[in-house]
């Protein structure tokens, strides 16, 4: 039996119905999904998490356009596995498959929609915490605007990240002090770097993104050889 806290693959719960509700080019992602490769040993991987609860809907869209940077600034350094984490509604949790090119995850995306719900990033973490203790894993994104959990529960996680050489990197939309202060602390703990995540700057958010995307696929040296604006932003706030 699954336990309450680990996340099922968007694959494993997907049944007929469940597809029809999301989209048919969700539905044949899914199908394609089952048969994939495991990633590339060696290849960058990163985890791309999403709040999709109901008050990130009007910036969601700009999430969906702004991924692609990700793998457009890996491919240049040696490639990208990305899986997609997002929870919305009462409880639910969810991870896909790993892909490896921008269109593939565009169109999950874009066949998900924002449910009301109270946030779950305890989840996500616990999540990547699984994925790292079987094959590491470069970076986590994570894309929010509210926190109502424990903090030290989710420092704690972020801790454990620390020591799987995870790093966070918390994008955070809005101006809520409270969840500045945690979002700030998870990326301290991680060695990531907290950014903001503002619809008024979507060319700075998509090289940042870029930026990431170049990290997680080639390190430092890669982030350092890419000489961005962004990659020396967050070169800055790496911690070695």
């Not at 989209?23 to 290849?43: C, D, I, M, Q």
């Not at 700009?62 to 997609?84: K, T, W, Y």
């Not at 699984?130 to 970076?139: D, G, M, N, Q, S």
């Not at 890669?222 to 070695?240: C, V």
Request: positive net charge; proline residues 3%.
């Amino acid at each position: 039996m699954r336990r309450q806290s680990e996340m099922p693959t968007l694959a494993e719960t997907s049944e007929p119905k469940e597809a029809g509700r999301i989209g048919r080019n969700v539905a044949a992602f899914l199908a394609k999904a089952r048969t994939s490769p495991r990633p590339e040993v060696g290849r960058g991987r990163l985890i791309f998490a999403l709040d999709a609860t109901m008050s990130r809907q009007p910036t969601w869209d700009l999430a969906c356009r702004l991924q692609a940077e990700m793998f457009d600034a890996a491919s240049r350094v040696g490639g990208l596995e990305v899986q997609l984490v997002y929870y919305r509604g009462h409880d639910e949790a969810r991870a896909s498959r790993w892909v490896s090119d921008a269109a593939a995850l565009k169109r999950l995306m874009t066949g998900l929609a924002c449910n009301g719900g109270l946030t779950q990033i305890g989840r996500v973490l616990e999540h990547a915490n699984r994925v790292a203790a079987t094959a590491p894993i470069a970076a986590l994104v994570f894309v929010g605007d509210a926190m109502e959990e424990s903090a030290d529960a989710l420092c704690h996680e972020a801790g454990r990240l620390a020591i799987r050489s995870t790093r966070a990197f918390m994008f955070h939309e809005g101006s809520d002090q409270r969840v500045a202060a945690v979002f700030r602390e998870i990326a301290r703990l991680t060695g990531g770097a907290y950014l903001p995540f503002d619809a008024r700057a979507a060319h700075e958010l998509r090289e940042l993104l870029g930026a990431v995307g170049a990290f997680a696929a080639g390190g430092r040296t890669a982030l350092e050889a890419s000489g961005t604006a962004a990659a020396k932003r967050l070169l800055a706030d790496l911690r070695p």
